[in-house]
């Protein structure tokens, strides 16, 4: 009964075995159907998740942007800020510009006016200045004049009285000198004077007319008792000078000439001196002595003396006493100098 099967089994089996193909049919395609689905799951879920991403990553962008602008923004404001105070600057140095010119162009006016009056006064100090100084300059020629004169009449004193004790001597009253020949003293050649004779004698009459008059005309002895009412000291200082020809006089290569004037002038200095004293004692306006001595040799012949002939020799062999004028007393222009230092100063306020 086993080995035969019924029709109605075989149709059962076959139907079973269908159904079972049927249901891993199914279940294969449901299978796929799934792996669909989780395949799609898993995109979608990267779709969301990458869109989450670009989320994030645009929202940092767009804050990152917005600091950025919010940092230009501040920026802006703070470049603005400058700006504004560059302008107020600006202005501030425009119309400190503008006042300082005003203050110049007014400074300038004020400037111009005091220059104007500065020139009035100017021209009338100017004016006053060419009348004080032609009056000084005249007050000057008057007494250089006076000054002149006075040393003329002192020279023409000295040669009236020398004359009338016999010593022939000369004077230039314009350079203010009296001339002593070669013979009045020394001997040809010689410079020495002897203690006593003719010289020695000649010497002591100079000395004693020089001790009469010319205290009178100095500055420490015008008011000597024997002296004029009204003198003036215009004597600075009396050179003794020594003078030779111009022959060659000694041996060696040095002219003799120049040591033989000094020799004379100092030779007659001292017997001067020894006479006379107190001549000494006499003072200039600076308080220095007013005798001095000096040797020129040849170099100074006498005006028109200059031949090789011997009367011009002997007119050359001399002593020469020179008297220079004291300078007279420079304008002190007192009180013209107190206005222009007072106009000086308000100049300059």
Known sequence: MRRSRTADEEVGEGYLVSVSDLMVGLLFVFILILLAFAMQLRAAETA???ERSLLVEQDQIRRG?????????AQRIQLQAERERSDAA?????????????????RMQELALARQQLERQLAVVRADVRTELSAEIFRLEQDLTRAQSKREELLRQLERT????????????????????????????????????????????????????IPCYTASGVTQPNCQPGGAPI???????????????????????YGLSAARALNTYGAIQSARPELWALRNGDGMPIFGVSGYGPDRPVPGREADRE???????????????????????????????????????
Do not use: C, K, W
């Not at 942007?65 to 923004?73: C, H, K, T, V």
């Not at 004597?235 to 000439?257: K, M």
């Open 48 to 50: 969301v998740e990458t």
């Open 65 to 73: 942007l917005a600091g950025q602008i919010a940092e230009i923004d």
């Open 90 to 106: 600006m202005q501030a140095l425009e119309q400190r510009y503008r006042d300082l010119e005003q203050t110049q162009l007014l």
């Open 162 to 213: 020398l004359r009338e004790r016999g010593i022939t001597v000369s004077v230039d009253v314009t350079s203010g000198v009296l001339r002593l020949a070669d013979g009045v003293l020394f001997a040809t050649g010689q410079s020495d004077l002897p203690a006593t004779g003719a010289a020695r004698e000649r010497l002591r009459a100079i000395a004693d007319v020089f001790a009469a008059a």
């Open 235 to 257: 004597i600075d200082s009396v050179f003794i000078e020594g003078h030779t020809d111009r022959r060659r006089f000694g041996a060696g290569e040095r002219d003799g000439n």
């Open 311 to 349: 009367e011009d020799y002997a007119a050359n062999r001399r002593i020469e006493i020179r008297f220079l004028l004291a300078a007279p007393t420079p304008p002190e222009f007192g009180a013209l100098r107190v206005r222009l230092e007072r106009l000086l100063r308000g100049s300059s306020q």
